[in-house]
């Protein structure tokens, strides 16, 4: 055997290992979709088999992890779980709301972590930085005459404010990265909250694959992210090895 297959065998390995274990994620997330219908009940049961992708995936990073994700990328998870449960309910949406942000700043504070720090930075990453921060303050301005109108508009004009704000700052960190998956992942889940808050706060008229465009996105993102952890992880230990030896 040569010494590049040599070489590329434990990645090999380590890939095959951690599509295994995701495989109860891809076998939930299909019966979510299968299950779902515009006129799907309010209930424990809807928040448990919409919330059950991301509670798996969390299980995925704290079991290659352990317990220093616990505050990072896998508590994120968790508080992802949290607010897929909450926005089952629209009276819950504030809710859900701030823990998804919660989430999104554990995220940016894992990204900023000596494992996911780049190897080179480039001047034009900083210009992208820039547009991100300004797209994101265009949309919260294109939106903000809706979000006026909407109920709870006292905790609802702030709170995207807040919320719009620390998406775009896990976005920022996670291009800075230079992990695809992680970067890939970020950006997936913008699209979602995006497509979700012109639904919600009746920005676009009714779409009717609305729901599978937020969910798709969605679980996309969660699933790039938790790949781009683990990947994370295992590629610093190699590096720490490497040294070592």
Known sequence: MSPYVLLLLP????????????????????????????????????????????????AVVLSWNGGQSVLGVGGGLVFSAVGDCCLVWPELFVHGMG???????????????????????????????????????????????????????????PGVGVYTALISLMGVLALRTNHVPTVLGSLSFIVSDV??????????????????????????????ITVGDVKAVGNKDEFDKWKRS
């Not at 290992?17 to 076998?27: G, N, Q, R």
């Not at 919600?200 to 996309?220: R, S």
Request: aromatic content about 18%; glycine content about 2%; hydrophobic content about 55%.
């Open 195 to 224: 497509a979700l808050a012109l639904q919600i706060f009746k920005v676009t008229p009714h779409l009717k694959h609305g729901n599978n465009i937020v969910m798709v996105t969605y679980y996309l993102a969660q699933l790039l």
């Open 11 to 58: 990645t090999l390995c380590q890939s095959c290992a951690l599509l295994f274990s995701l495989l109860p994620f891809f076998l939930s997330t299909a019966v979510y979709f299968y299950l779902w219908t515009p006129d799907w009940p309010e209930s424990i049961v809807s928040a448990g088999v919409k919330s059950a992708p991301t509670l798996l995936l969390a």
């Open 99 to 157: 823990a998804f942000a919660v989430a999104h700043l554990m995220y940016s504070i894992t990204f900023l972590s000596s494992r996911y720090a780049p190897k080179s930075s480039s001047s034009w990453k900083r210009v992208v930085y820039l547009i991100i921060f300004l797209a994101a303050g265009a949309f919260y301005f294109y939106i903000y005459p809706f979000l006026q109108k909407a109920p709870d508009s006292d905790l609802i004009v």
